[in-house]
């Protein structure tokens, strides 16, 4: 039970998907202008990687391995996350709009999020059982959506401050995510 | 070499792109939802890149705000006015909006006309400067501050800071309505284009204070309201307001307006070209005098 516990929490802040292993940085950068949106984005996330875990876990388990084709695992995935996503979207369009509502228009761009295949990837490296896939998901999506609110906190602070020319826009992003990256190594060795 | 080792790869991620794909094609037909088709073609306006820009979770996302009326229509700044133009004419024949708007800002107390209280160093952003004790530099707790942060939200160039005052340019200005929210005092608004006649001023101090501090500051005086044949123009809080619904244009009001805060262009010109001639007259006068002697 502790083991889980501590899987999630590494997930969350020791080896946070976006500050520790810079994956999924282009929604990082892209959507983090609002706090609302950024939360938003996150809570999408969260909903799809959980799912993405689960299904790869099972693709990967029951057809690659089986058939001993397991290099193909970045094309499976690719192909399971893209399809996966398209399907949530539709499914939550139909059946439940208020969700849709909150996360729909994020779902699309999750299919690009390189963060999604990343946690896929390292569960299958690290040959995890399913349970704890889903909570490696679960855990990494939290991280996520944990570090673009901070940013987009952050971005909305420094938008009203007065830059030099040369460092507005995105050239502060930059660098305000490095340094948050600098912030969440000191999580390292926590657990 | 075996073939299965090229059978199965292919057959295997081929397979599970026919499921999918078969999968995919079933469900879109099963959850196939109705939305408003104007999401489409607002869509098919947009550059399509995904960048996030906007502040929207791609094109998708910033054209279902934009048929929501969330989002303006030029909130694209990448596709520009051009796109906004498109978007316009979608959204536009929809909403059946034919008025042109443009922006207008009402204060005309530039660097020699308005008192200062102190000099400003801060950071240059009106927001900022506002929240300072007595509302910024200006003598004017209403006045603009001149520091152009209507300037930076406008995205097309539309608005510039001449003379320590906020100026559009009604030719580039979409009224996308980006300035009244950036401007702190509250001093843009959105008028019809057609109606040249307008309020200069947004002072809601007493007379006496307004021209301790201002030359052309509203001071209440309510001339123009008796003036007004259309019941268009009223005092209230200590400044003159016009109701363009009743607006003819008439420009008596500007005409007889005694700190000329009020503006219509024609008349302006009818004034200019009356100081002219009473200035050529005066001239012409000296001359005679002079000749006499």
Redesign the interface.
Known sequence: MVDYVLLVLAAIFVNNYVLSQFLGICPFLGVSKKVETSAGMGAAVIFVMTLASAVAYFIYELILVKLGIQYLYNIAFILVIAALVQFVEMFLKKSSPSLYQALGVYLPLITTNCAVLGVAVTNMQRGYNFLQSVLNGFGGAVGFALAIVLFAGIRERIEHNNLPKAFEGFPIALIAAGLMSIAFLGFQGLI | MDITSIL??VL??GG??VV??A??GF??K????EEDPRIGEVLGCLPGA???GC????C??LA?SIVAGTAPVNACPVGGAAAAAKIAEVMGVAAGDSEKMVAHVACKGTCDKAKSKYEYFG???C??ASQLAGGGAKGCSYGCLGLGSCADACAFGAIEVVDGIAVVDPEKCVACGKCVSACPKKLIALKPESKKTVVNCSSKDMGKTVIANCSVGCIGCKICEKECKFDAIHVENNIATIDYTKCKDCGLCAMKCPKNVIFNPRIEAMKAKKAAEAAAAAEAAKAEEAKAE
């Open positions: 199965y790869p295997s991620v599970l792109g999918f794909g999968g995919l469900a879109g099963v959850f196939a939802v995904n960048c996030g502040g929207y979770p791609g998708g996302g279902s950071m240059s952003n927001t900022m």
